[in-house]
């Protein structure tokens, strides 16, 4: 099932683009190589730029399966790249993730990305759940999450294997968007 999403859409400071393969020396540099960045990521923080590009590799096809729709965040007023958000969609039932610079941390990004996110998936008619997890101990990323609308639905033990912190089962919290017809 297709989403009806914008390939580029702006906010009061971002811009919002449809993830390319251009894109893989930025992302590299800016946040996938970090540890401090993807310590709550699924994902195993890249090594090398070979592992952002095969990652790219997997996203920038996936947008025209329906699987996964996947953005760049940039600053409007210099176009430097500084995170991305990633929409899952299984059947309408939509999972979102998103990771920032360190650099851009406590700024309000992440904040403005999800806002303007739920706003877009709200309009999508054959979305029917809008939801995410986060560590429990990832207390920055909960406020976000509730900034945005989002309310915690379950605090579920030892949940998930966080790869970037020894694949120790962690706990975890749903959050869901409670809208109307969500």
């Not at 994902?43 to 590799?57: E, F, G, I, N, V």
């Not at 299984?90 to 990004?109: D, L, R």
């Amino acid at each position: 099932m297709l989403l009806n999403l914008p390939e580029q859409f702006e906010t009061n400071r971002l811009l919002l683009s449809r993830l390319r393969y251009e894109d893989a020396e930025e992302i590299f540099y800016t946040y996938a190589s970090k540890p401090e960045a993807t310590r709550y990521v699924s994902w195993p923080t890249h090594q090398s730029l070979q592992d952002t590009r095969a990652y790219l590799h997997y996203a920038v096809p996936a947008w025209g399966k329906g699987s996964d729709y996947s953005y760049t965040a940039r600053l409007r007023d210099t176009n430097r790249l500084i995170g991305t958000f990633g929409i899952l969609n299984e059947a309408g039932k939509v999972q979102f993730g998103y990771i920032i610079s360190p650099t851009q941390w406590n700024k309000g990004f992440a904040t403005e990305m999800c806002q303007a996110f739920m706003g877009l998936l709200q309009q999508q008619p054959q979305v029917h759940r809008i939801w995410t997890l986060v560590d429990a101990e990832n207390s920055a990323s909960a406020r976000v999450l509730q900034k945005a609308g989002l309310v915690e639905e379950a605090r579920l033990a030892k949940w998930f294997r966080f790869v970037n912190q020894n694949n120790e089962p962690k706990d975890c919290l749903i959050y869901r968007l409670p809208a109307p017809g969500l």
